[in-house]
């Protein structure tokens, strides 16, 4: 079935296109697709930065939309239902798209504002605090407080053992969004921030320390101060070669963990759980979504792309729109 998608047409420049949509086999639901997130990853494939192959390419894999059509041995979705992916395909950013039923969760039937929905990320973010495995006390240390540092910070704070949680995030207003979580929060490149690093370090180091920094900077910060046998967390997806002190960490006995979906091959096992959280307040990604754009509307649509880029005018998370 051909649909109107959005594609990269070269460097930071967009398209639409048609694209041909596959019908979906046994177990997979076709969905019209009223949103879809607009993730970091897509704002370095508007780049080129980790293509899938040759200009020009689809891209998205946070929609939210309606049911449309379904295999023979989905069970728990049927069409008009209204449903978000948190595990699908890089091939969404368009008007219809095909997915695994595992990866979908139902919404409730009132859903107007689909920007709002859009969950997929807050699903590696569950993944990442499985993996965590956070003790009833531990210090943790959070390194950047964007997107998905924020939802990360939600949880912690909310729902996990941690005693002490410690954020270091360099910008302002990111700092100020994040007051009222019941964390320590701290610009770490004032004077009071290399203070508090240099406390947590003569300390031996925190328990726990997750690196959102996306940044050689923020990994080497959240590394630094993660005590011996202690856990340090990549979230940030590093675009290129990061160095780190093997000695150190092979004699401190780090362990060293990756939220990526691939480090779970029970993935999928996620969606439903990270929808309860979602349901019960713990995580709200839909407060952070602070940029929307039509998808065919290319002026507001590459700005956007842009802001995804710069992360200027306050932005912190974009979505693409496929209603009106």
């Known amino acids: 079935m051909l649909a109107k998608g959005v594609f990269v047409e070269d460097y930071m420049k967009l398209s639409i296109r048609e694209y041909d949509v596959p019908e979906p086999t046994a177990t ?3 969905i019209k697709t009223m949103a879809c997130g607009l993730c970091c990853w897509d704002s370095w494939l508007y780049r080129g930065v980790n293509a899938p192959g040759p200009m020009p390419y689809i891209i998205g894999h946070e929609g939210v939309g309606v049911v449309e059509k379904v295999g023979n041995l989905v069970t728990s979705l049927k069409p008009g239902d209204k449903v978000a992916c948190l595990s699908g ?14 990866g979908l969760v139902k919404l409730p039937d009132d859903v107007t504002e689909w920007e709002k929905v859009v969950y997929e990320p807050t699903c590696c973010v569950a993944n990442l605090l499985n993996i965590a495995d956070i003790h009833m006390g531990d210090h943790v240390v959070l390194v950047g407080a964007g997107y998905m540092g924020t939802l990360t910070l939600q949880a912690l704070t909310r729902a996990s053992q941690a005693g002490r949680v410690t954020v270091f995030e360099i910008r302002e207003d990111r700092r100020k969004m994040i007051e009222g979580y019941g964390a320590e929060v701290y610009d770490p490149e004032s004077e009071e921030g290399k203070k508090v690093i240099a406390e947590i370090k003569a300390a031996g180091g925190a328990d726990v320390c997750i690196d959102f920094g996306a940044s050689d900077s923020g990994f080497h910060l959240a590394d630094s101060m993660t005590k011996q046998a202690g856990k340090l967390i990549i979230g940030s997806f590093h675009r290129s070669d990061v160095t780190f002190n093997g000695t150190k960490w092979h004699l401190g006995g780090l362990y060293v963990y990756n939220l990526a979906p691939m480090s779970n091959p029970h993935f999928k096992e996620m969606c439903p759980r990270t929808y309860s959280m979602i349901k019960a307040g713990v995580f709200e990604p839909g407060k952070l979504v602070t940029h929307t754009a039509y998808f065919e509307d290319m002026e507001a649509m590459e700005h956007m792309f842009q802001r995804a880029c710069d992360k200027e005018d306050n932005y912190m998370k974009g979505a693409i729109l496929f209603y009106r």
């Open 28 to 30: 997979q639901v076709m």
């Open 89 to 102: 395909n890089n091939e969404m950013m368009c008007e219809y798209a095909t997915v695994e039923e595992a």
